[in-house]
């Protein structure tokens, strides 16, 4: 059973350019949600997909933007790239019991973007 | 105030020692609470899911959850170096559309030979 895929592990880029990030949820998981990760620090929530939709969405601005696949995959972008958004990027799947109630998160292994 | 506060450490412990965690929270309406171990350079690895007040045991680690104190702890029996990591404390709210998990910043915990 695959868990938490993300791709790629590692990024490079330069101030003001444009990035994508892509996860695939564990198997049997139809939830993503997208957290930040400085260095020293816990998981900041980004957005949360559910059904193609961004359903809830924590203190970031427009720059970051999302998507989800009908096949529950997702990617996140981030436009016009700033140096404090090197970080961690963490994707997290669980499923959705309905009504939004949903069990814990499970986490994939990040991708760890630098932006020069 | 931050939501969720939690000592950075580091924490180092000898091979063997009882090592407790503790977070505290602000948000009463927190009713999911879980403990994430991190390794470095590495995803959050799930290792303990409780809803509401009391304890839950899984093997070497303990979780315990007090809402009348607003206070969580992980304890981990009979520690051992591979147990070296940061350990993340998070939470939510029941709310069917509270589906933010809030983290605490993590704490990094060393255990010696």
């Known amino acids: 059973d695959a868990g938490v895929t993300q791709s790629p592990t590692h990024l490079i880029k330069t101030r003001g350019q444009q990035v994508t990030l892509r996860c695939s949820p564990k198997?049997?998981?139809?939830?993503v949600s997208w957290y930040q990760q400085a260095l020293g620090q816990g998981p900041q929530f980004i957005f949360q997909?559910?059904?193609?939709?961004?359903?809830q969405r924590g203190n970031f601005p427009d720059r970051f933007s999302g998507h989800q696949f009908p096949n529950y995959s997702s990617e996140l972008n981030v436009n016009a790239l700033l140096l404090g958004d090197s970080a961690l990027y963490l994707c997290?799947?669980?499923?959705?019991f309905g009504g939004g109630a949903q069990e814990t998160q499970y986490f994939g292994p990040g991708t760890r973007l630098l932006v020069l | 105030q931050k939501e969720v506060e939690q000592d950075p450490g580091p924490l180092s412990v000898p091979e063997g020692a009882i090592v407790s965690l503790n977070c505290t929270y602000s948000?009463?309406?927190?009713?999911?609470f879980m403990w994430y171990r991190q390794y470095s350079r590495k995803g959050p690895e799930l290792l303990m899911y409780?809803?509401?007040?009391g304890n839950k045991e899984d093997g070497r680690f303990t979780a315990q959850v007090d809402k009348s104190s607003k206070y969580i702890s992980l304890f981990i029996r009979d520690s051992q170096p591979s147990d070296s990591a940061t350990y993340l404390c998070?939470?939510?709210?029941?709310?069917?559309?509270?589906?933010?998990?809030?983290f605490g910043p993590g704490t990094r915990l060393s255990v010696l030979p």
């Open positions: 997290a799947s669980s499923l959705d």
């Open positions: 198997s049997g998981h139809d939830t």
């Open positions: 997909y559910y059904e193609e939709e961004e359903r």
């Open positions: 948000n009463s309406a927190f009713q999911y």
């Open positions: 409780t809803y509401s007040s």
């Open positions: 998070a939470m939510k709210s029941g709310d069917n559309y509270g589906q933010n998990f809030v």
